[in-house]
């Protein structure tokens, strides 16, 4: 390791070139990666700069949603065996789910861009249709139907 005197204001000074050099870029590379992040950045990074962990403004906003609900006869009751339609108003695609056995149905990856009918049918009987707007841009969804 190499040495170098010299006189800082009168009083002697030793600086230890090796040592210097490696806290220094020992220090630097700390310091970039506090400022740049790890390569593959955690959604935890950067907790405190702004929201909760900062990487809220980055997320893309959603572009699907989940339709849900329970389907029911007329006196309030679950109706097992009912099968759900949602309707795409615009490509005129048509989706289907049966319900589980306490009515409960879901629909998932439904895009918020379209407009769509909603409705149930069990036996020779169909519910009101019900609109889902691609207006509402809530992410989760809930529509109960009637079948009467």
Known sequence: MKTLSRTVCGHPVRLALAAALVVLSV??????????????????????RGGVSGNEKYLPPPTVRAVQGVVQNSKGEALKGAMVYLKNDRTAKVQSVSVDETGKFRFVQVPLKDDYKLWAQAADKKSAEKVISSFDTKTEVTRDLKVE
Request: hydrophobic share 40%; charged share 0%; proline share 9%.
């Open 27 to 48: 220090a630097g590379g700390a310091a970039m990666a506090q400022q740049v992040g790890p390569a593959n950045s955690t959604p935890g990074w950067g907790i405190g």
